[in-house]
């Protein structure tokens, strides 16, 4: 009992000394003066507080999956960001469109589900990527297949070659066997100027 | 004065059509004189397009509102260094402007080439005429950048314009690298138009021997250069300009310019194959007409908006004036192929050194694949849209998804590949050649994971990134060490010697060198933080090691611009360190704002800083901070890949053979003598470039 209570103790002390680090650190103070500010802004201009949006990792990364609908950009909507416009930074659509994701991930849903229902809201572009299904799935199919079939060929012409080379003997007259291990030997004593590059 | 431009136009389209002609008609008659008048025209159309570009920059620099184009794409504010570059800005001055690159480059080779090759230069010169003609027929016809302003009574948007003075040039081409960033591209582009020449002549005129195969190497290294450094200030610009954090962003346009620069990567190492060996003449052939029509294709895809595009400030319908030409081109070339095709049949079959020749078909196959599915990404939207009726996306992460593989790949060939290649293939040498380079691949793998890289393609670039640089040391230190012991200089001496021995082999390593710092940039990506907030006066945010505080903002104008900046204050680490200057800027004559990013950059990581503006829902400052590792790595790497292009360029240092006692001597003959197929190699890598 007395080794149990001892740690208590230990534990409510160490938790005492961190508290008034914390209520007068810099960062605290800083936490303050922006809530005042906020304060006196919603005060004097009557304007909404600002909510940024609360996104969830999820929310985040499904965000990047659509594109942003606005027309002005060809960014996701969670890179949204014009440039040229009057904010430099994710735009009304965007931001609706990040809520809107946010929302759907609170109610629960699968990615899948979230995604298809963007795109019964939106229309198929609103993807990033094309889908992996029907006609779209060519998309993904082709960088792989057409590589794979040039590697066949290549395969080929390479077995091809080989054959003619055995059925066809080097021309030229027969080199002198000592010539020839000697010359490679001088010539492997001096790789910058080796027939090769 | 715009008759003046106008009339030159025409005159240039009357010389090119002229040289064309006369050309052809030389080649049939045989006249020299014939011949030689079509080659003169062709070296006219580059004074008379000179001329005409001359007349678009004064009018730019005398203000001269009367014409559209420099209405649509200057102001009288505009800073004399941006007037200049106004010059591509739109339609009708970058299509004039490849025009005048295209006739720069068919001067330089009619000239250079004027006594040499005279069985092979009329082909040449009928080849730039034509590719000269198509673009002086959009100057002259479809887009010619000399309209004048309806008379002074006429009405209209345009005359509103013209009254306030121009619309001033997009504030997104106000920026240094801009004016460096287009002319780089189009000399790629227009570049590669030359080995295409040389090529499709070589081809038609079944031209003997292997000359032009070498001249057609150096071109289309010149144009690959230049494509690079291209391509690299656009990723540069879309850093510093566009405030998104990113450099890359698979834009259709961006992704045009990368395709002919993936085929002539290919073509500059297969070329090899048909140098040395005799072979693939067939697929080199192509390999250059592909890269031309890419070429033909990126520009039509820059100006059309076929895709749609963040470099839509320059489109209209030209498209199909674009693929009529793309048509005929792919007609001429694979007639010439069709009926020349046994002039490309092989001198050589493969004989014991498998591994060297299929080296280079892994790698033109793993380049092709990169190419295929760069170039499938970019049209499938098109292609969706005419199959199933609707458009789709392609964005970004298809693309990295599908190229990331591909690249990480082509990173591991390039460091078996020259191995491989130049070494006896046996277990043994392999054993040698790769056990320090995979050593250090390895090791770097372990470091790097326990360090806390844990995206696996991330560590996979970092560890082949190593084992690639060792490899590539390896070989700059085995020959060193041979030169050094024999000439009894200090190794780094040797190394010198060495590379300027062979200037193409060596520049290639550094080449490959620099793409390998490329890579590691890129693989910093995965470990991008960002990090938006709003901020007022003597609040601040914490990203990575840094404290970033907002001390002031303040406003300031110009005749150009009026400009909002931020002060921020860089703590690092509770010290501070730095300050930074975000800005945004509203131009007055577009008024259209931008973004001026603040950089705060270090071999490790970017700092990197974008004043987002005023936030719409409360009104106070955003700043947006993002914390980007490695990013300086592409640029360096950059510059390491186009010193690497240059030193390939330089002829090789002939060294004095220092040979050994005497006897020593009637060896070098004997051999000649005794097999001649050993002297015929020894004479043509003397000959060689």
Known sequence: MTKIFSIRKSKRIQMKSLCPQSRFSVFSVLRFSVRVVALATILTTGAMSPTPAQETPRA?????????????????????????????????????????LDA??????????????????????????????????????????????????????????????TLAPAGGPPINAEFLARAQREAGREPGRENDE | MDILGSFALLLAFLAAVYAVLAGIAGILTRRTLVTKSARNAGMAVFVLVTVAVGCLEYFFFTNDFSIVYVVEHSNRALPGFYKFAALWAGQEGSLLFWSWLLSIYAFLVLFLNRKRHPELMPYVGVVLAGVQTFFLTLNNFVATPFRVLAGPDGAGVMHLAKMSEGHGLTPLLQYPEMVIHPPMLY????????????????????????????ITRRWTMIAWCFQSIGILLGAHWAYAMLGWGGYWAWDPVENASLLPWITGTAFLHSVMMQEKRGMMKVWNVWLVFTTFMLCILGTMLTRSGVVSSVHAFA?????????????????????????????????????????????????????????????????????????????????????????????????????????????????????????????????????????????????????????????????????????????????????????????????????????????????????????QKEMGVGESLRIGPYTVLCQTFDHFDNANYESDRATLEVFKIGKSDMLLFPERRLFHASQVTETMVAIQSSPLRDLYVVYAGRSPESGKPVIHAYLLPLIKWIWFGGIVVVLGTGLALLPNRRTALVLRPATERSWADAIAEATPAIGAAARRVEGHD
């Open chain 2, 315 to 531: 489109q209209s319908s030209i498209g199909s004036w674009f693929v009529g030409f793309l048509i005929i081109t792919f007609v001429v070339c694979f007639a010439a192929y069709w009926k020349n095709r046994d002039y490309l049949r092989s001198d050589n079959q493969l004989d014991s050194l498998v591994s060297r020749e299929s080296s280079f078909l892994f790698n033109n196959l793993i380049l092709l694949a990169a190419c295929f599915a760069v170039l499938w990404g970019t049209l499938f939207p098109v292609l969706s849209e005419w199959v199933q009726g609707s458009k789709i996306s392609v964005g970004a992460p298809f693309f990295n998804k599908v190229n990331v593989p591909i690249a990480l790949f082509l990173l591991l060939l390039t460091g078996v590949g020259p191995l491989l290649a130049w070494r006896k293939t046996s277990f043994d040498a392999l054993k040698r050649n790769f056990a320090w380079p995979f050593a250090g691949g390895v090791l770097t793998g372990i470091i790097g994971f326990v360090w806390g890289f844990r995206d696996i393609y991330s560590l996979l670039c970092l560890i082949l990134g190593v084992f690639v640089t060792l490899t590539i040391a390896s070989e700059f230190f085995r020959g060193a060490r041979v030169i050094s012991s024999r000439d009894g200089t200090n190794i780094f001496t040797a190394m010198g010697e060495l590379t300027m021995r062979n200037t193409r082999r060596y520049g290639g390593y550094v080449i490959h060198f620099g793409m390998v710092l490329v890579f590691i940039g890129v693989a910093g990506t995965p470990f991008n933080k960002d990090l």
């Open chain 1, 60 to 100: 985040k990364s499904l965000s990047k999956r659509v594109l942003c609908m606005c027309g002005g950009c060809e960014d996701s909507a969670g890179l949204c960001n014009h440039p040229g416009g009057t904010f430099s930074g994710p735009c009304e659509t965007a931001r609706a469109m990040q809520k809107d």
């Open chain 1, 104 to 165: 759907h991930v609170t109610r629960g849903e699968s990615d899948d589900q979230i995604l298809q229902a963007m795109v019964e809201q939106y229309g198929p572009t609103v993807l990033v990527e094309p889908p992996k299904k029907g006609f779209d799935l060519l998309a993904w199919i082709m960088p792989i297949a057409v590589p794979l079939i040039a590697l066949v060929l290549v395969w080929e012409v390479v077995r091809r070659w080989r054959q003619k080379a």
């Open chain 2, 187 to 214: 000399l790629g582009y227009t570049g590669f138009s030359v080995p295409f020449a040389f090529a499709l002549a070589a081809l038609l005129g079944r031209y003997p021997g292997e000359k032009w195969i070498h």
